[in-house]
């Protein structure tokens, strides 16, 4: 069965380094997204993407965060200058072009900011 | 979006059936009810979705009330591994969803 896969699956880093985080979405799927979720709180809404460009994104995603399908396979986020904050799960997910079709998550990355 | 409550955490019996109530009172007439799950720190993992009429698929059942204001989930088999967090969300936008506090499904040996 076709899953949503994320690299890499824990990422450490510095305070102030970048980080780009991985995602494959399911093959046919057409809508694109990044949700995160900090230790013992909710999953919550980053950014959506579709037809490269953002769709939708929430108070979170400052321009510190960006977005990009860089080809036909890979969906990434980067954060260009980490906050000790930024520390989550970051989970991918992505659907077809079908109304109300489901999104499907994939495993997520956990970040740790040093 | 409408606001769902769920109850914070419930208990089940393994292999007997786990019925998870959902309320949204304030839906309206085009937002579809979704359920999700999530074990531990694991990716959020789709169960079932549906508009007006009941659901099954190979996971679940969804029944949704007439008014549509409340929806149950139902696992009709329970097995420990089913023991996870589950989240109703209610929307129409499908461009994201808004996750809630959830269920925290506890199924006993």
């Known amino acids: 069965e076709p899953e949503v896969t994320q690299t890499p699956s824990h990422q450490v880093t510095q305070m102030g380094q970048e980080v780009i985080l991985r995602c494959v979405p399911i093959?046919?799927?057409?809508?694109f997204y990044w949700y995160r979720q900090i230790l013992g709180q909710k999953v919550e809404f980053l950014v959506s993407f579709y037809n490269n460009e953002i769709s939708e994104k929430s108070e979170i995603f400052d321009d510190q965060f960006s977005v990009e399908r860089p080809d036909g396979s890979n969906f990434t986020l980067k954060i260009r200058s980490t906050k000790l904050e930024d520390s989550a799960m970051y989970f991918c997910a992505s659907r077809t072009s079908g109304v109300a079709s489901e999104q499907y998550f994939g495993p997520g990355t956990r970040l740790t900011v040093t | 979006d409408a606001k769902t409550t769920q109850p914070p955490s419930m208990d089940c019996a393994e292999g007997r059936a786990a019925n998870l109530p959902c309320n949204h009172s304030t839906i309206s007439g085009n937002e579809y009810v979704y359920w999700y799950r999530q074990i531990h720190s694991q990716g959020p993992q789709y169960i079932i979705h549906g508009l007006k009429n009941n659901e099954t698929n190979e996971m679940a059942s969804l029944i949704i009330t007439e008014d549509r204001k409340s929806s149950t989930l139902i696992l009709p088999h329970a097995t420990l591994r089913d023991t996870a967090v589950y989240y109703c969300?209610?929307?129409?936008?499908?461009?994201?969803?808004?996750f809630g506090s959830g269920t925290k499904l506890n199924v006993k040996p």
């Open positions: 093959s046919n799927h057409l809508y």
């Open positions: 969300i209610a929307g129409y936008n499908f461009n994201k969803f808004y």
